[in-house]
Every structure is written in structure tokens, then in C-alpha cells.
Nanobody, 123 residues
Framework: QVQLVESGGGLVQAGDSLRLSCVAS????????MAWFRQAPGKEREFVAA????????DYADSVKGRFTISRDNARNTVFLQMNSLKPEDTAVYYC????????????????WGQGTQVTVSS
């Protein structure tokens, strides 16, 4: 089992920045892929970004490319999502997720999930 705990959400204004953190514990592995998803009210959970532990290969949704950066600190089993130039449409609950192997954009491919952290961007 892998436990994931997110933090760093909050209420900000459009154009501001936030950094989310996700700490992994339990049976973590260097073969795991770590991802961020988000879910706005009334919408499906959508892929935001992902990174592999071993090679730091990263992938981003088009809607956040150039504004968000995913990174990881292997020594602390922590993944970060740096969010810059935030927009009201970025408002959502952000979830950290993990799975063994390669990056997928589909939420059903991920085995482990955190509890989520709310990000609200006011206009």
C-alpha cells in the first residue's frame, strides 16, 4: 500500500502562484509514476501533470503547459506541482495519484490517491 498526503492548496487571485506538495509513504518504489489530477464541481476528474520517479520524465495537460511544473524530491518521497499564472478555471480539488510504470492520462489507471486539496482562484 502507498499513502499519499497533499498540501498547499488555498485561495488566491488570478495571476498568483501556488505550490502543491504530495508526500508518499508506505511501499513506495522508484518505478512508480506520480501524477496530479483535478476535479471541478460538476466535472470529471482530469489529468494535470505526471512525472516518473526514476527518469523525471514529465507530461502535462495542454491547459497547464507552460504555467505548471511538476517535480519530485526522491529523498523526501515528495512530488510538487508549481502553479504559476493561475486562472479562475484552475479552481478545483487537486489530487495526487500513483501507479507503477509509465504515465497515463486516465484516472482509472492509478492505484493510489490522496484526499485532495482545494485550490480556488478568484478573478
Amino acid at each position: 500500500q502507498v499513502q499519499l498526503v497533499e498540501s498547499g492548496g488555498g485561495l488566491v487571485q488570478a495571476g498568483d502562484s501556488l505550490r502543491l506538495s504530495c508526500v508518499a509513504s508506505g511501499r513506495t518504489s522508484s518505478t512508480y509514476c506520480m501524477a496530479w489530477f483535478r476535479q471541478a464541481p460538476g466535472k470529471e476528474r482530469e489529468f494535470v501533470a505526471a512525472i516518473t520517479w526514476r527518469t523525471s520524465s514529465a507530461d502535462y495537460a495542454d491547459s497547464v503547459k507552460g504555467r505548471f511544473t511538476i517535480s519530485r524530491d526522491n529523498a523526501r518521497n515528495t512530488v510538487f506541482l508549481q502553479m504559476n499564472s493561475l486562472k479562475p478555471e484552475d479552481t478545483a480539488v487537486y489530487y495526487c495519484a500513483a501507479r507503477p510504470g509509465v504515465i497515463y492520462w486516465s484516472a482509472i489507471k492509478y492505484d493510489y490517491w490522496g484526499q485532495g486539496t482545494q485550490v480556488t482562484v478568484s478573478s
